[in-house]
């Protein structure tokens, strides 16, 4: 009798592992941000001229959509790797360890930065942090005094200050799902609203209210969600010379030819104005390995490895070419060591 329960326990083992075979993924799966997209995309190409591995399937959703999908669980119907242009946030994490995914990798790639660019034939622009902010936020302190918000009123950029252009405020920026668009708040509006005394206090007497009025992008028309898209947004810069676009500095080198970036802070974003962080918008890249997919999802260690080596990501590899600007060769050796060991997030 024990013998015959032992072999149909061993019978329903093998009925049960036979559909999970069948439902294994034979390709990596990755998806967010739109930044890091392009470097992904590229590694992917080459990892699958290899011949040994099928070429990753890449998915551009957005940096939060990125983690959305990411951290819904552990198995082949959830994305091995998600790709972000910030760190990955405590309330991502939570999420993440209450579905299950418990062990991430985290690995920080190079830099970028943010850039507000503007049609190659338009006339140049140079900007002050405190100016970016009065032409984005949904309210700014009160220009005929006192410490009172009020709706933005500034509708020409010359309304913020004589020496900019007389021309309509129009900026194509990402939606909030964008590790862009949070990179461009913190980096970006709140820099430019500490400028401001009432509000750099704010901070310190509440952190809401502060968050509330130097993070919250205005809604009447100034500021335009483009999505996920900064092919679009380089298209409509080119038929409005007037408009202005926010994306990452890695398309602007794709896009040269057509758009021009504008001066932040005396600083042009270059290679070596991010990579010193002269740039005031300079930040890092990552993408999140979900370790539970390693071994078990063919190629992923792998892909990793080609990531991370210094063909692809050093300062002369093949991502350097694309526009990504390398971590300093210390961090970089240490980053590679880490992914290499799959070493999970504390």
């Known amino acids: 009798?024990?013998?015959?329960?032992?072999?149909?326990?061993?019978?329903?083992?093998?009925?049960?592992?036979?559909?999970?075979?069948?439902?294994?993924?034979?390709?990596?799966?990755?998806?967010?941000?739109?930044?890091?997209?392009?470097?992904?995309?590229?590694?992917?190409?080459?990892?699958?001229?290899?011949?040994q591995f099928k070429t990753p399937k890449v998915e551009s959703t957005g940096t939060g959509g990125g983690f959305k999908l990411f951290c819904s669980g552990v198995g082949v119907e959830t994305p091995d790797i998600s790709n972000a242009s910030r760190a990955i946030k405590s309330s991502e994490k939570e999420t993440c360890a209450s579905n299950g995914v418990k062990e991430i990798v985290e690995v920080k790639v190079g830099y970028d930065g943010i850039v507000l660019a503007h049609s190659k034939d338009a006339k140049p622009m140079e900007l002050e942090l405190k100016q970016l902010f009065l032409a984005l936020a949904k309210d700014v302190p009160d220009p005929k005094g006192g410490d009172k918000l009020v709706p933005n009123p500034y509708t020409m950029w010359s309304d913020i200050d004589r020496s900019l252009p007389k021309q309509k405020i129009e900026v194509l920026g990402p939606p909030p799902t964008s590790g862009t668009r949070d990179a461009l708040v913190e980096l970006g509006m709140e820099a430019g609203c500490k400028k401001f005394p009432s509000l750099k206090a704010l901070k310190e007497k509440d952190g809401d209210a502060f968050k509330?009025?130097?993070?919250?992008?205005?809604?009447?028309?100034?500021?335009?969600?483009?999505?996920?898209?900064?092919?679009?947004?380089?298209?409509?810069?080119?038929?409005?010379?007037?408009?202005?676009?926010?994306?990452?500095y890695s398309f602007l080198e794709e896009n040269l030819a057509s758009v021009k970036p504008t001066v932040i802070e005396g600083s042009r974003p270059t290679y070596d104005s991010i990579s010193s962080g002269d740039y005031p918008l300079s930040r890092p890249l990552f993408f999140y390995v979900k370790k539970a997919h390693v071994g078990v999802i063919p190629g992923l260690a792998e892909f990793v490895a080609e990531f991370t080596s210094e063909k692809a990501w050093g300062p002369e590899g093949y991502l350097a070419d694309r526009g990504l600007i390398a971590l300093p060769d210390d961090e970089r050796s240490k980053a590679a060591q880490s992914a290499k060991k799959m070493a999970p997030m504390k």
Do not use: W
Not at 1 to 22: D, E, R, V
Not at 216 to 243: H, P
């Open 1 to 51: 009798m024990q013998k015959k329960i032992g072999y149909l326990t061993l019978t329903a083992a093998a009925m049960l592992a036979a559909p999970l075979a069948a439902q294994a993924r034979d390709y990596i799966s990755i998806v967010g941000s739109s930044t890091v997209y392009p470097f992904t995309t590229v590694v992917a190409e080459q990892f699958g001229k290899s011949g």
């Open 212 to 248: 509330a009025a130097c993070h919250t992008m205005r809604e009447d028309g100034a500021f335009i969600e483009a999505g996920e898209n900064d092919n679009l947004i380089v298209q409509k810069l080119t038929a409005n010379k007037d408009a202005y676009g926010i994306f990452g």
